[in-house]
């Protein structure tokens, strides 16, 4: 599936990366973490991420922005303690009542903060789930719930140093970097622009079955016969 993006990182680009995803004030927020504990800030960090259908009260967004304060001036030496970290906030989010009185599990949010922390670590979401052709367990309980988030954690960090060290995406990596300028943007970062847009881009073309392939004319032959074969999957990739 790398191959794919870096085959076609031209229109993968053109048409399904939008230049808003990378704003002034991402750049912002990673170059001005001393800031965190103000309201313009937190209100910013908010937007950017979108963060605010979680449905969070100031109970959580206290405790969200005092751990990501002390983990600025302390921060994890390595991956174990990151996942550990991972937990702890996690564990102490899901304990708040929402505003709709709910228990939810804030895995992706807690994996923006960590990468506002250290940039060369991975965000979760469920586009990237998807790349990869993970689930995440129906179970109930929280602890097993996040334990399964962990374990897809820790291999999609050993997934992203895989790439980056073999140059996998270094393509389609370099053609980003000369379109859209950021100051900030690691290449992990980069890599996760791609893989979210990359399956964006898929499912806009039908290939997650509600639509289908051969009914969307301007896909080029070449690129619906790719897409048909891959189905915004990566096989390389299994646990």
Same mark, same amino acid.
Request: aromatic share 8%; proline share 5%.
């Given at each position: 599936?790398?191959?794919? $993006?870096?085959?076609? $990182?031209?229109?993968?680009?053109?048409e399904g990366f939008r230049p808003e995803y990378l704003p002034e004030y991402f750049n912002l927020?990673?170059?001005? =973490?001393e800031k965190v504990r103000?309201?313009?800030y937190q209100r910013t960090y908010v937007t950017t991420w979108k963060l605010g259908r979680l449905g969070f009260d100031d109970r959580h967004w206290g405790e969200y922005f005092n751990r990501?304060?002390?983990? @600025?001036?302390?921060? =994890?030496?390595?991956s174990e303690a990151w996942?550990?970290?991972?937990?702890?906030?996690a564990s102490s989010l899901y304990q708040i009542k929402t505003k709709r009185l709910r228990n939810v599990? =804030?895995?992706?949010?807690?994996?923006? @903060?960590?990468?506002?922390?250290?940039?060369? @670590? =991975? $965000?979760y979401d469920s586009k990237v789930a998807a790349f990869y052709l993970w689930s995440p367990t129906a179970a109930r309980a929280f602890?097993?719930? $996040?334990?399964?988030?962990?374990?897809?954690?820790?291999?999609l960090l050993l997934e992203y140093a895989k790439v980056i060290q073999t140059g996998l995406l270094n393509e389609a990596i370099e053609e980003f970097r000369r379109r859209f300028y950021s100051r900030v943007c690691t290449d992990e970062r980069i890599l996760d622009f791609l893989?979210?847009?990359?399956?964006?881009?898929?499912?806009?073309?039908?290939?997650?079955?509600?639509?289908?392939?051969?009914?969307i004319g301007h896909v080029r032959r070449e690129t619906e016969r790719d897409l048909r074969r891959n189905a915004c999957s990566h096989s390389e990739y299994r646990s």
């Open positions: 599936m790398y191959s794919l $993006i870096n085959k076609h $990182i031209d229109r993968l680009l053109t927020l990673v170059e001005n =973490p103000t309201n313009e990501m304060y002390n983990l @600025l001036q302390n921060p =994890p030496s390595n996942l550990k970290e991972l937990h702890d906030l599990l =804030p895995f992706s949010a807690c994996t923006k @903060l960590a990468h506002i922390v250290n940039n060369h @670590l =991975p $965000i602890e097993r719930r $996040i334990m399964d988030h962990l374990e897809f954690y820790n291999k893989i979210w847009s990359w399956v964006g881009f898929c499912r806009r073309q039908g290939v997650s079955g509600r639509r289908n392939i051969s009914q």
